[in-house]
């Protein structure tokens, strides 16, 4: 939960790390897919960003250069990142890691999407 107990005065900065992360995904997939018609916006995701973390450095981010959104956050997170309590999570699952698995893959569908299909 990104706010333990209900305080939303107190943000679990692990966990917070983890949703960014996972939005991206989505947020990649959808942009990426060959639907015509895409649920997210790469510049509404960069807003977010810039506001949540109270910066305006992912404005000056080129359009779907998710590598350089990654870059952004992990500078924002990197005092949690390896004492990050879902490290294991987060370090099994690095792109260079599953480069393979990536290549190989043909659908990707999201946990909370079972009846989307993307394709890489």
């Known amino acids: 939960m990104a706010h333990p107990n209900?305080?939303?005065q107190y943000a679990d900065k692990d966990f917070q790390y983890i949703?960014?992360?996972a939005k991206l995904t989505k947020i990649y997939l959808d942009l990426t897919?060959?639907?015509?018609d895409k649920f997210y916006d790469f510049d509404d995701y960069k807003f977010v960003l810039n506001t949540g973390l109270e910066t305006e450095d992912f404005s000056s981010i080129s359009f779907l250069d998710f590598a350089s959104i990654i870059d952004k956050i992990d500078y924002y997170y990197i005092d949690n990142i390896n004492n990050?309590?879902?490290y294991k999570l987060?370090?099994?699952n690095k792109l260079d890691r599953n480069q393979q698995y990536l290549e190989?893959?043909?659908d990707f569908k999201m946990v909370a999407e079972e009846q989307t299909d993307?394709?890489?």
């Open 6 to 8: 209900n305080k939303t």
């Open 19 to 21: 949703c960014l992360i």
């Open 33 to 36: 897919s060959e639907k015509e």
């Open 84 to 86: 990050n309590k879902y």
């Open 90 to 92: 987060i370090n099994d």
């Open 104 to 106: 190989n893959s043909i």
């Open 118 to 120: 993307y394709r890489v």
